[in-house]
């Protein structure tokens, strides 16, 4: 009888169930904390939306983790973006000589969410740009991407031009491999590097580094979509729209800005792990480690 209960026992914590009860308590306890604070703390849970989360600040450089589905600078005052909400937060660092208030030496998309760079001075400024244009910054990004790749590194050296069907908008641009549509293609060049393959809401994703050694608009959404493998919730390279996913899946991770007024390397958290995806991401093979993906991304 005994050792009966004990085969019994023992099949029990040797499947995947224990597993999922346990992942879905802990999606059941955050979202259970997230609502008692909601309740708890009222105006002030609401005003962590109204803040940017700084980084890194210095006398020349605020480094932010710029959020999500959010705009840098508009013309329309109305709107919120980077550039309202450090108004407000940092109105010691306007600069009243500007159009829209700071030195926005580099930019990121509306629904790119990571590390965006704003020196606070004319000189601090003019040195960024200049690291820009001569594409000694290091940027390196994380996505997840569509299907499971049959690749672990590869680099990505496809011309990027301006979609005549979007001229007047820049919402779209294209590749040379567009040729009827593509106008002024310059060449561009990505890094992919591997992470892990696994399954978001049950379908094949592959997450990866990205390192773009030239700055293109829409770059990496763009060469990722050309290799097959379009990234999470990037609607407008997506050949079908899923507007399941709650935000394009791409996120400037790490940042290297070698300067003669100070030299700026900067890092976030992993914003796509499978506890910070609650879960819905499940890791089933690991390519490469954060720890060594730098050094390898940089040597091919």
């Known amino acids: 009888m005994i050792d009966e ?4 026992i023992v099949q029990f914590f040797s499947t995947g169930l224990v597993e999922k009860i346990i992942k879905a308590f802990l999606v059941l306890c955050d979202r259970f904390v997230n609502f008692i604070l909601s309740l708890c703390e009222g105006n002030n849970y609401k ?26 600078n508009s013309n329309d005052t109305k709107k919120k973006t980077v550039q309202t909400i450090m108004r407000k937060q940092f109105p010691e660092y306007v600069q009243d000589n500007l159009t829209h208030d700071f ?11 990571g590390i965006l ?13 200049q690291v820009f244009e001569e594409q000694r910054a290091r940027k390196y990004y994380l996505a997840l ?14 011309a990027i031009g301006e979609d005549v069907r979007f001229k007047d908008t820049s ?22 590097l591997v992470l892990d393959r696994g399954y978001y809401n049950g379908k094949p994703v592959t997450k990866v580094l990205l390192r773009p050694i030239t700055g293109r608009r829409h770059q990496l ?19 079908k729209i899923d507007t399941s996913p709650p935000r394009m899946f791409l996120h400037a991770f790490r940042l290297v800005l070698p300067n003669t007024i100070e030299n700026l390397d900067i890092q976030t958290d992993d914003p796509f792990t499978e506890k910070a995806l609650k879960y819905k991401w499940k890791v089933v093979e690991q390519v490469n480690s954060i720890a060594n993906a730098f050094d390898i991304i940089d040597s091919f």
Do not use: W
């Not at 030195?103 to 969410?113: C, G, I, P, V």
């Not at 991407?145 to 496809?158: A, S």
């Not at 763009?222 to 390279?237: E, F, P």
């Open 5 to 8: 209960i004990v085969d019994r």
């Open 221 to 239: 959404r763009l060469h990722c979509s050309q290799i097959g493998h379009v990234i999470v919730g990037d609607y407008t390279y997506s050949l």
């Open 145 to 158: 991407l569509r299907g499971h790749t049959d690749f672990d590194e590869e680099v990505i050296d496809i």
């Open 47 to 72: 005003k962590k939306d109204e803040t940017v989360d700084v980084l890194y600040t210095s006398g020349n450089f605020l480094v932010i983790n710029k959020k999500h589905d959010l705009l840098i």
């Open 171 to 192: 919402k779209k641009m294209c590749t040379i491999l567009e040729d009827e549509l593509c106008q002024n293609p310059r060449r561009s060049i990505t890094k992919v």
């Open 117 to 129: 760079c704003i020196p606070l001075n004319k000189n601090a400024c003019k040195e960024v740009c």
């Open 103 to 113: 030195y926005f030496a580099h930019r990121l998309d509306f629904a790119t969410s």
